[in-house]
């Protein structure tokens, strides 16, 4: 069974850096996508970037351009969302999830696979 567990979230000040991780396990397709998604309370959930496993082509949400970097490490089956710059905006639950196919961009019905998902919390 395909598992994905986040790590890494927390409470920082505005201006502050968190580094979330994601390791797959169980995942048996020859490629895929791999994404972060959040979800602050009463709003919908959304993407946030995405990585393409066999290339490493990566896509950013508007939110997270020139502030955030996806990551992946091959080898541990770990993706990582490195965040700078954070904004009190920025809190949410983020989770990490997987999908097979070609095409990371799309929301988040189109992924297949979840984590429980990590708080962050970004103080003014």
């Known amino acids: 069974q395909v598992q994905l567990v986040e790590s890494g979230g927390g409470s920082v000040q505005a201006g502050g850096s968190l580094r979330l991780s994601c390791a797959l396990s169980a995942y048996t397709h020859s490629d895929g996508c791999m994404a972060w998604f959040r979800q602050a309370p009463g709003s919908e959930r959304e993407g946030v970037a995405n990585i393409r496993m066999s290339s490493a082509i990566t896509d950013y949400g508007d939110s997270a351009k020139g502030r955030f970097t996806i990551s992946q490490d091959k080898p541990k089956n770990t993706v990582y969302l490195q965040m700078n710059s954070l904004k009190p905006e920025d809190t949410g639950m983020y989770y990490c999830?997987?999908?097979?196919?070609?095409?990371?961009?799309?929301?988040?019905?189109?992924?297949?696979?979840w984590g429980q998902g990590t708080q962050v919390t970004v103080s003014s």
């Open positions: 999830a997987a999908k097979p196919g070609y095409y990371c961009r799309g929301a988040h019905s189109t992924y297949n696979y």
